[in-house]
């Protein structure tokens, strides 16, 4: 990665490279839920469209927290911001863990993490942005995005872990332990690294006036299309355990064991360079259409994954390695897309915008997901995972849409 022209003192790698890091433990207890799931629902009695609420209050909590918490980094320093939020994700780790005993207590303490992450995800990517310039700026943030597949790979890998051998509680305790460890990973990241923005010019308009973001077409085109990259992206992340426990046991007699969790986590995991590949493979004038050929392809795979399921678990699990590669595609490259539209004193409040539309699709999908599966008969049926799947696929086909009608726009 070059280093800024104007800024040769700048330590990027260690800037970059700490800032990534941090957001990995911060989402060490993202997959608690998903890898916990088919327990709980035993445990509390729940059917799919109750499990997919609580997946989606991860989500929500974040789309309500991110509008306030990414805006005011236009206002002040984002490490202010991430420290906070790093202190209420331990927090609601913790009380998943001691408190959590029914739908609405585990909704309230997902919500709450997603609120946490909602003041660590683009917050952190502003506190390292607003400390490079030049092309590192827009290059570093893919590696920045790509931390977040690897975080929530370890996690499925972790979670399903620690609650095999600790018990569920103990992911959910694990994941607050991330969070104290992503503060302190931030503190040794920035210190010493400068601001390259001038915080002493403070936008004049409110943190929450959003009408001059809602006024750039452009930058809109690439928010409404990351709604629909989510919708589906955790969607598959929320369903993709119980998928594969439920390929298992209809296509194998043996106990997995860990082994869900394990292949849960490599498939998210693989999904990493195709992020960073996938945003260096496009410049401002093929953006548009690159994305678009990412969606199309991203939809065919949706269904080969759940239609492999009839002939062989390896197939199935071939598919959905493939189908994750193709989803992730496009993260880094509509993120950085963003970035580069987006007006010079306006990129807290576009990145607030382009989260909150982003993880209101994040939570629409694992809710649609479970309540489709419910209607073609619940999580055990193959029946219903064809419908959860082309539920889950919409969200690629919205994204096309939206990135179509910005292509026809700008021409």
């Not at 998943?96 to 003041?119: C, E, M, N, R, Y």
């Not at 607003?130 to 790509?146: D, H, N």
């Not at 919708?231 to 046991?249: G, Q, S, V």
Request: glycine share 10%; aromatic share 12%; with cysteine.
């Amino acid at each position: 990665m070059a280093e800024a022209s104007d800024n040769q003192s700048v330590p990027i790698v260690r800037l970059v490279g700490g800032m990534a890091l941090a957001q990995m433990c911060s989402l060490l207890g993202s997959a608690a839920f998903a890898s916990t799931l088919v327990r709980l629902a035993g445990l509390w009695h729940m059917d799919s469209s109750r499990s997919g609420l609580i997946s989606s209050a991860y989500f929500i909590g974040y789309a309500i927290g991110v509008p306030l918490l990414v805006a005011l980094t236009d206002h002040l320093d984002a490490r202010l911001v991430y420290l906070a939020s790093c202190l209420v994700g331990a927090l609601a780790g913790a009380g998943f863990a001691l408190f959590a005993h029914g739908v609405w207590s585990a909704f309230f303490f997902q919500a709450l993490a997603g609120f946490a992450t909602g003041g660590t995800y683009m917050p952190g990517l502003r506190m390292m942005t607003s400390r490079l310039a030049g092309e590192a700026r827009i290059r570093a943030v893919p590696y920045f995005t790509t931390a977040w597949s690897v975080g929530t790979s370890i996690s499925f890998l972790v979670s399903g872990w620690v609650a095999a051998h600790f018990g569920w509680q103990s992911a959910y305790l694990a994941g607050g332990l991330g969070c104290i460890a992503a503060a302190a990973v931030v503190m040794a990241a920035v210190a010493g690294v400068p601001m390259q923005a001038d915080l002493s010019v403070v936008p004049r308009r409110h943190p929450l006036d959003f009408r001059p973001v809602l006024r750039n077409r452009r930058a809109l085109a690439f928010v409404l299309a990351y709604g629909g990259h989510c919708w589906e992206l955790f969607a598959f992340r929320a369903w993709l355990p119980t998928y594969l426990l439920f390929t298992w046991h209809r296509l194998r007699t043996a106990e997995p064991g860990v082994a869900v969790s394990r292949w849960a986590m490599l498939i998210v995991l693989i999904g990493v360079p195709a992020s960073i590949l996938g945003a260096e493979s496009v410049n401002a004038r093929t953006r548009n259409r690159t994305i678009r050929y990412f969606e199309f392809v991203s939809v065919v795979l949706c269904l080969a994954s759940v239609l492999l399921a009839n002939v062989s678990f390896w197939l199935a699990l071939v598919a959905l390695f493939v189908y994750n590669i193709a989803i992730m595609a496009d993260s880094g490259a509509l993120t950085a897309g963003t970035v580069a539209v987006a007006r010079a004193d306006e990129q807290g409040a576009t990145l607030a915008i382009y989260s909150l539309v982003g993880f209101i699709g994040a939570a629409i999908g694992p809710l649609i997901v479970g309540h489709v599966l419910d209607l073609g008969g619940g999580f055990h049926s193959a029946h219903a995972w064809y419908f959860g799947f082309a539920a889950m696929g919409a969200g690629s086909a919205l994204a096309s849409v939206a990135m179509s009608r910005a292509a026809r726009s700008e021409e």
